[in-house]
């Protein structure tokens, strides 16, 4: 199905960018335009939680998405010395382009760097699985993903990530051994 009023509507998302509205204003929006079957499938993405659905695009994206976190595993795992095997999920096919990405979103200087360029890799997954038409279901829920990658970021502050990193120095290894 097209939606191609309400996919006019939305105004155009960059990474760059401030989110133009919140994550729960465009789910009220997608209330009244998408059909039941991709309103679940909306409601799905996010919840954030994956969840089994049939709606395609949710199974191209948790599969895209699983391929990026197994290749943030082996590169944590390989920087630890540690065997990624237990930590990688189950996802079909092979994309091998993705570890080379995410070893270049590693070579950033600093975390900040290294977030937001894996947030990049994120972003060109979903404009892939999205498609060239902007009309269609698929973009309209990459649409919402890439929103919710928007309103993480509006979230951060300096004052916020100074507290939980003051929180994770304040703790020492043998209050993290003692909760074991």
């Known amino acids: ?37 991709d309103l679940a499938a909306m409601e799905a993405l996010l919840g954030g939680t994956p969840t089994e659905t049939a709606h395609p ?3 191209r ?41 995410v070893a270049d979103a590693y070579s950033r200087p600093t975390p900040l760097e290294r977030e937001k360029a894996l947030d990049c890799i994120r972003w060109r997954r979903l404009e892939a699985i999205g498609g060239l038409d902007p009309f269609t279901a698929e973009a309209i829920l990459a649409y919402g993903v890439q929103l919710t990658i928007l309103a993480r970021w509006a979230r951060m502050d300096k004052e916020s990530g100074a507290s939980t990193v003051n929180s994770l120095v304040e703790r020492s290894p043998a209050d993290e051994e003692n909760k074991s």
């Open 57 to 59: 695009f949710n199974r």
């Open 61 to 101: 994206w948790q599969t895209a998405d699983n391929h990026l976190r197994n290749a943030l595993v082996r590169t944590r795992a390989e920087r630890m010395r540690k065997d990624a095997g237990v930590y990688t999920r189950e996802a079909e096919g092979i994309d091998t382009a993705i570890d080379r990405e």
């Open 1 to 37: 199905m097209s939606y191609y009023y309400f996919a006019a509507s939305l105004p155009m998302l960059t990474l760059d960018q401030p989110p133009p509205f919140s994550v729960e204003e465009f789910r009220h929006q997608c209330a009244s335009h998408l059909t039941a079957h």
